[in-house]
Nanobody, 114 residues
Framework: HLVESGGGLVQPGGSLRLSCAAS????????MSWYRQAPGKERELVAT????????NYADSVKGRFTISRDNAKNTVYLQMNSLKPEDTAVYYC?????????WGQGTQVTVSS
């Protein structure tokens, strides 16, 4: 069970921090990711962090602006989003994967607009 929070409306250039709280799974064993889906577009991978947090990867479109992190003691993964652009507007989804086991959150809306 994954529950996202922290979405909302922000002006271009602003910041938001998304959180995803996990329950019912051994969080520290899962690689965690954030995906997003804009209206009329396919869902895309934004960022991934390994189970111990030692490695991260980002989509080219967010490199240098977004940071994924995790706190295994709190069973929570974060996405710090800075210098937001209108094209970052989307529903952001939390994703957990351990081998063939996959979990999705329900999504949180992020809207970047003046």
């Amino acid at each position: 069970h994954l529950v996202e929070s922290g979405g909302g409306l922000v002006q271009p250039g602003g910041s938001l921090r998304l959180s995803c709280a996990a329950s019912g799974l051994t969080f520290s064993r899962y690689a965690m990711s954030w995906y997003r889906q804009a209206p009329g577009k396919e869902r895309e991978l934004v960022a991934t962090i390994t189970d111990a947090g030692g490695s991260t990867n980002y989509a080219d479109s967010v490199k240098g602006r977004f940071t994924i992190s995790r706190d295994n003691a709190k069973n929570t993964v974060y996405l710090q989003m800075n210098s937001l652009k209108p094209e970052d507007t989307a529903v952001y989804y939390c994703h957990a994967q351990l081998s063939f086991l996959v979990h999705w959150g329900q999504g949180t809306q992020v809207t970047v607009s003046s």
